[in-house]
Structure formats: C-alpha cells, structure tokens
C-alpha cells in the first residue's frame, strides 16, 4: 500500500522558516522523482520544486527558487521542503508527490497534504 505521509506545517510569521518531512512507503523510493506542490486558497495546485530519483537534481518555480530547498534521504525513504523567508503569499496546502514514468505506465502518487500558514 502505497503512503505519502507529509509533516511539519503550522502557522508562522513572516520572514520565519519551516521544514516538512515526507514519509514514503509501499513502493520503490529512490526510483522516484519527488516533488512538492501548493496549493492555496481558490487557485490550482502548483509545483514548488521537484528533485530527481538518482543524481537529485533539483527545479524550483521561480516563486520560491533561492527561499526554498528540497532534498531527499533515500535511505529514510523521506524528502524534505526547508522553506526560508516565508511570505503570507507562500500560504497554502503542501502535497509531496511521487513520480515515476516507464514505458508501459505513469506512476503518480500524492499524500494528504499539510496546512502551512505565514501570518503574523
């Protein structure tokens, strides 16, 4: 059974930082690329930055590239969003995805998502 377990959201003031966590389990972690999307109130969900299964290379939109850093413990089956400078604009539901794409099928998993809120 596949689960994508996110933690670390919370209320927080501007210019503030916070740190999420995501647990994955049921399938092959370090095959996958991981990502993290928000979504805030009324709008679409949107990609915060995405690292690679293998090398871990890195994007990031240009809303929170040089704020924000995702990375990834293979070992821990886990990945991480450290976000910097927070801004009342970063507000929103945080979901870690996990992505894979073979010849024969697009694997596209997505956790429950975590509430993260910067206001003062």
């Known amino acids: 059974q596949v689960q994508l377990v996110e933690s670390g959201g919370g209320l927080v003031q501007p210019g503030g930082s916070l740190s999420l966590s995501c647990a994955a389990s049921?399938?092959?972690?370090?095959?996958?690329?991981m990502s993290w999307y928000r979504q805030a109130p009324g709008k679409e969900r949107e990609l915060v930055a995405r690292?690679?299964?293998?090398?871990?290379?890195?994007k990031y939109a240009d809303s929170w590239r040089g704020r924000f850093t995702i990375s990834r413990d293979d070992a821990k089956n886990t990945v991480y969003l450290q976000m910097n400078s927070l801004k009342p604009n970063d507000t929103g539901v945080y979901y870690c995805?996990?992505?894979?794409?073979?010849?024969?099928?697009?694997?596209?998993?997505w956790g429950q998502g975590t509430q993260v809120t910067v206001s003062s």
């Open positions: 690292i690679t299964s293998g090398s871990g290379v890195t």
């Open positions: 049921g399938f092959v972690f370090s095959l996958y690329a």
């Open positions: 995805n996990a992505g894979r794409l073979t010849t024969t099928r697009n694997y596209d998993y």
